[in-house]
């Protein structure tokens, strides 16, 4: 009943998704939010909510436009239901504003398969990256799709290759500026890099591995049949998929890597696991099926509280 109802795209489907995505925003934010109720705090807190609604909004229109997926909310839906199964993806503030402009740079980056407006383009998506790089310092791994995406899209001369850094250096310049205006030293600028980090030790919570166990198995599952399923994408189109898998390979690299590992990096896993998971549901033809698979994704932030009540 659920897959039927997500299998087309309507207004009402956002408008749920979202109120769901409100829900579980505040039920995690209950807690810091009740300690310190002032009007400061609440406005931040209604802003960075903002900032994930606008993620969903994003998300929903570029994967549509450049038809990732089918005339669906499936994608949305997803990508909310990997909110709730790993809710401290909404705890960290840095990596919730680093991953909107992570989602406003694929934006650009997977609308360069038209060839219309490239320059603009790849300057933005340079830009964007660069933004999300100083709130999350390993963001700016995504700068790696702007030149796949150059190759895969078959984009011609040279200085397509030198206007990324354009954009890349338009913010380190302001960056820079804005150091010395406020610290008498461009040094400070520098703040935001972080080292690598292969400590995993953060992530030894029994609801937090009863998740990722689960968004991780149906990801390798989807991907498996996303992969296969190649041949039968719309020659056009191929470029665009193999870019969404390129995503999610550097958003798990990103994981891996970033330094204070306290859950929230793995929000940049889940918009090419939303398209690739969409798309292996549109694939499937017994809707039982269909219907099962989402079904034990509902369920499982409740499994969790569960565990967490249990332990």
């Keep these: 009943m659920i897959a039927r109802f997500f299998s087309t795209s309507k207004p009402i489907h956002l408008v749920l998704v979202t109120l769901y995505a409100f829900i579980i925003f ?14 400061k705090e609440l406005s931040i807190t209604l802003l960075l909510f903002l ?38 993806t909404l705890e960290n503030n840095n990596v919730l ?10 934006r650009r980056i997977f609308s360069l ?18 933004m999300a790089a100083l709130f999350h310092f390993w963001a700016i791994l995504f700068f790696a799709l702007i030149f796949a995406a150059i190759l895969l899209f078959s984009i011609p001369h040279i200085k397509n290759w030198i206007i990324p850094l354009v954009g890349f250096l338009c913010v380190a310049i302001i960056l820079i500026c804005y150091s010395i205006i ?25 609801a937090f591995i009863v998740g990722i166990t689960i968004i991780l198995s149906f990801a390798l599952w ?32 990103i ?12 929000i940049f896993f889940f918009a090419p696991l939303a398209i690739i998971m969409a798309n292996f549901i549109e694939g499937v033809s017994e809707r039982w099926f269909s219907e099962i698979f989402i079904w034990l994704l509902i369920l499982t932030p409740l499994a969790k509280l569960t565990l967490l009540y249990i332990v």
């Excluded at 005339?71 to 709730?84: D, Q």
């Design 26 to 39: 505040c039920l995690v934010r209950y807690n810091s939010l009740s300690e310190s109720m002032d009007l």
């Design 182 to 206: 406020t610290t008498d030293t461009y040094t400070e600028a520098f703040n935001f890099i972080e080292p690598l980090d292969l400590d995993f030790s953060t992530y030894n919570n029994i």
């Design 222 to 253: 989807a991907t498996f049949f996303y992969i296969k399923g190649f041949t039968d994408k719309p020659k056009q189109f191929r470029s665009s998929h193999v870019l969404v898998l390129y995503t999610a390979i550097i958003a798990f690299i």
């Design 113 to 130: 398969r038209n060839n219309l407006r490239v320059k603009k383009k790849l300057f933005d998506a340079a830009f964007w990256i660069t």
């Design 51 to 88: 900032v994930v609604f606008i993620s969903i909004s994003v998300l929903a229109f570029f994967i549509t436009k450049n038809n990732l997926t089918q005339r669906n909310s499936y994608k949305i839906l997803f990508y909310v239901l990997f909110l709730a199964i790993i809710p401290v």
């Design 255 to 266: 994981i891996l890597i970033s330094p204070d590992k306290n859950g929230g990096e793995i």
């Design 97 to 106: 504003v680093s991953n909107l402009f992570v989602i406003l740079a694929l």
